[in-house]
């Protein structure tokens, strides 16, 4: 009596470890794969090929989406080069724009994607490039050239003379002279070009009344015409 007990225990306890699925396998769930975020669909601004007048610049993008709902930030990447092989910024922010300090007169390339907290990644944005714009330079004119010899209504001996004159730049550029010499008013025919010093030797007729002028101009494109000054020879 007491070992037909024994062996329906063990009937039992064998029946019941082996219950399971039809085929005697084990029932498993496959995981879920993490789905990264979507593709931000447009650059709002800066916009493509644009001049920006300030080094201030404030990204903005469209949203992306998550297909499992999961929080996600973007990744904003600014490169001097089209490759982006190298990055002058790369933020991370949770917002669809971005306020960032960048360098004046500087051709810039950025883009944007999203990242779950898992760490996957959707795809890049399209590129849009932009320019900082420089620093505008300021340049003063200089002032007209004054007349040092011969002065207005002077007698000069005829032969070798030096004229002579003075001229100054509020810049401090470095300055150059056309020099306009004839028996006519107002002056035209040129005897010196381009010379940095403020004299010029010319060789005068005798009992002659000339007129001449000068004009003086700095390394930037900047030139002022001096007045006409007359003088005779004996």
């Known amino acids: 009596m007491k070992s037909r007990i024994l062996i329906g225990a ?22 879920t794969t993490n789905q990264p975020p979507t593709k931000v669909g447009s ?21 992306a989406a998550d297909p499992e709902g999961q929080p ?20 991370i922010t949770g917002l669809t724009s971005k306020s960032v300090l960048l360098d004046k007169g500087v051709y810039y390339y950025w883009r944007v994607k999203a990242v779950d907290k898992d ?13 900082t714009e420089g620093e505008g330079e300021t340049n003063h004119l200089p002032f ?18 030096t004229l002579e004159w003075t001229a100054n730049d509020i810049d401090n550029d470095p300055l150059t002279y056309d020099v306009f010499l004839d028996t ?8 010196a070009e381009d010379i940095e010093m403020t004299s010029v030797s010319v060789t005068l007729e005798a009992t002659t009344t000339y007129f001449w002028k000068v004009s003086v101009k700095d390394n930037k ?7 006409t000054w007359t003088f005779m020879t004996n």
């Open 221 to 227: 494109l900047g030139q002022t015409h001096g007045e």
């Open 10 to 31: 063990f009937t039992l306890v064998f029946i019941s470890c082996s219950g399971g699925s039809e085929d005697g396998g084990t029932s498993t769930t496959s995981p």
């Open 72 to 91: 996600f930030n973007y990744v904003l990447e600014i490169s001097k080069d089209n490759a982006f092989s190298s990055l002058e910024e790369e933020i």
């Open 184 to 191: 006519v008013n107002p002056p035209t025919n040129k005897v």
């Open 144 to 161: 007209q050239p004054q007349v040092v010899f011969p002065k207005t209504d002077d007698a000069v001996n005829a032969g070798s003379v």
């Open 43 to 63: 650059l709002i601004s800066p916009e493509n090929n644009l001049i920006c007048i300030s080094n201030r610049v404030t990204f903005r993008w469209s949203s």
């Open 119 to 131: 760490g996957a990644s959707g795809p890049y944005s399209n590129i849009n490039s932009f320019y």
